[in-house]
Every structure is written in C-alpha cells, then in structure tokens.
C-alpha cells in the first residue's frame, strides 16, 4: 500500500523550516509545500508535509516544539493592543485610535488578519489533512492575495507614522487561516493582549457581519474590548471626555473602572455613573454616591457625577440616556457567557452594537 504524504501542520515559512530541520534530525522524511514562492520569507500558510506511517511520532516532536515555542513567547510578551482587520471591508478609525490607545499605556500593535481557505478532505484525525492541486492552486492565490494586503497596509502605516498622522507605536501583522471570531478568542487566550479594538456597523447600516464577530469576541473573549462604529462621530481618541460607565453596585465595578481611567487618562475626563432602578430607591442613590466618593478621594481630577435610568438591560433606554448626556463612550463590565446562553439570552453588549453608533467599551473583569 502506498505509503502517500499527508499534511502535519500549517506555520509561518520560518516555523515550518524549523519543524522541517528537527523532524530530518530524527529521520523524519519532510517536505515543504511553500504556496508562495515569489516572496517566502513572507508567507503564511505553508504546509508541512510527511508519510502517513510517521505520522504518530512527528505529532509528538511538533507538540513538544510548540509548547517550547509558547513558553518562549510568554516569557518575552509585551502590552499589546489587537487591532483585527478585514480588508477587504474594514472600519479606518480602528488603526487611528487603536494606535493611540497603543501610545497612551505603552503598548506594541498586532493587527490581526484572517482568511478563510477552501475546503480540504480531513481524515479522522483533525490535524491531518490532504488536499487537491486545484485546491492548493487556490489557497496559493488567496494567501498571495492576502500578503499583498498586508504589505500594502504596512507600507500605509509607515507612511502615516512618518508624516505624523499616527503615534510612532511599533507594529506588526498576525496573518492567520480560519474563522476571524476563532482565530481572535484563540489568540486573547494564548496571549492576553491588553486591548482589542476592533470596528462594527452601528445601527445605520443593516449589514451585520463585523458586528456579529465583534459581538462574538466581547460575549466570549476575557479582554477588554473596544468596538468602535463604523457611523459614529468622533475620530480621534482625546475627543473622548464623556464616558457612560453602566454599575451593578459589584465591587469588580471599582476594577473595571480603573481600567477606562488607565486606557483613556485622567486629564478633563468625566464619568458618568449609572444605573437601571426606580428613583424612590433611596439606597441605589446612597451606593452611586459611594462609588462617586471613592473616585473623587483616588482620582481627585476626575469629574464624576451619577444617574439612574429605568433599565440598563434594554438598548432603547441607555441610547435615550447616551443622547440626552451626549455620551462619548459607554463602559461597562460583562462576564464571559458559554454557546447556551449567548444564543437563548445575548448580553447587553450584543445587543447595543446593533442599537448604537456610541462606542463600547467593554472590560471582564
């Protein structure tokens, strides 16, 4: 029985290379399959190939590679602000305000980019895929494609960043084959960025397919997100003053709080308070007073001041309170939901990316 070569993973060219040199050293027959050939050093998507008989104990060397690999990169992470982006419809304002967001905690940029690629044939085992030559003729237009954008994209920033238009913030490109919401959460679990900042359609326009991986992220993700509408007025991060933040009197409130201070400054910020109650509920009142306290006393240059709305479960009311206020951000912490409660009962934050073009700032505290 032929003894046919199958695919064992899918890396970088230089990670590929590497997986290829220690696999030969055990005397493991590989082959590089390289889709783009022009310029390699810059290709993703190449594909290690290897007999099907050796395929038991390559698994074993790559995984142990891998976790070599992961326990390297956390040692050496810096602050990092995600920028995920899709080029061929992507919202502008994300770069220029994830790049100051990026300068004001000292971060380094990661844009994140995602293609998805055609079908292969999968045998029983998920990490082992074999492929046609049409379909390798394909995938090898649409990463060629997608290095092109990223250069290009690249060469823009830097331009920006020469002429003044952008923080002076290094960056770099995450390009990955996949699902975007996967390939997002997977990369926030494995390395924690301190920020996503990512786009959404806003209430205006009826196409919902950014908003739906962005709500995605936030209902699933453990860090912080900002989604920023792709309608909404403002362009540039020090014209946002006003922050919203939404309060269920938890003391994790106080945590997430901290982090909007952190992220946008002190200076000429005012805060908002508010919460869903009835306004003969003196002790709701006595609590917002409380929280006002202990920020005046931490942040005595932080203005602050409290209200309380009807519902802040309903979008209809927070948009009537975020126009009359003439709210820049709205804030507020949510907790991360499995798949049975984001379909059966979708967070608030799901529901206001397609109720509002008033950007969301939302922690997990």
Known sequence: MEDKLVTLAIRTYQRAQMIKTVLEKEGIETVIHNLNLDHPEMAVGVRVRIRESDLPRALIIVEQMERA??????????RQVLIPLDFADYNPKTIDIGFQMAANIGAEIVLMYVYFSPAFTISMNNDVSSYTVSDGELLRRIITSANADVENMANLIRRRIATGKLPDVAFRFEVKEGVPEDQILDYC?????????????????????????????????????????????????????????????????????????????????????????????????????????YFSNHYPQLRTNYDLVESTESPEKINEFIE?????????????????????????????????DVPLFVTHI
Request: proline fraction near 2%; glycine fraction near 6%; hydrophobic fraction near 45%.
């Open 69 to 78: 690999w992961e326990d390297e990169q956390e040692k050496e992470i810096a």
């Open 189 to 293: 679990k494995h390395y924690t960025p301190d920020l996503v900042v990512m786009g959404t359609r806003g209430k205006k326009i009826t196409n919902e397919l950014i908003g739906s991986v962005t709500a995605e992220v936030i209902e699933s993700c453990g860090v912080t997100v900002f989604a920023l509408p792709e309608m909404m007025k403002l362009t540039d991060l020090s014209m946002m003053k006003r922050v919203a933040f939404i309060t269920n009197f938890d003391q994790k409130d106080l945590i997430a709080i901290d982090k909007v201070i952190a992220t946008f400054g002190v200076d000429n910020l005012e805060i908002t308070f508010i919460h869903g109650s009835n306004k003969k509920q003196v002790w709701n009142e006595i609590m917002l007073t409380g929280i006002k306290t």
């Open 324 to 356: 009359s206020m003439k709210v820049d951000v709205l804030a507020f912490n949510s907790r991360r939901k499995n798949l049975f409660m984001r379909i059966f009962n979708p967070g608030l934050a799901y529901r206001m990316i397609y109720h509002s």
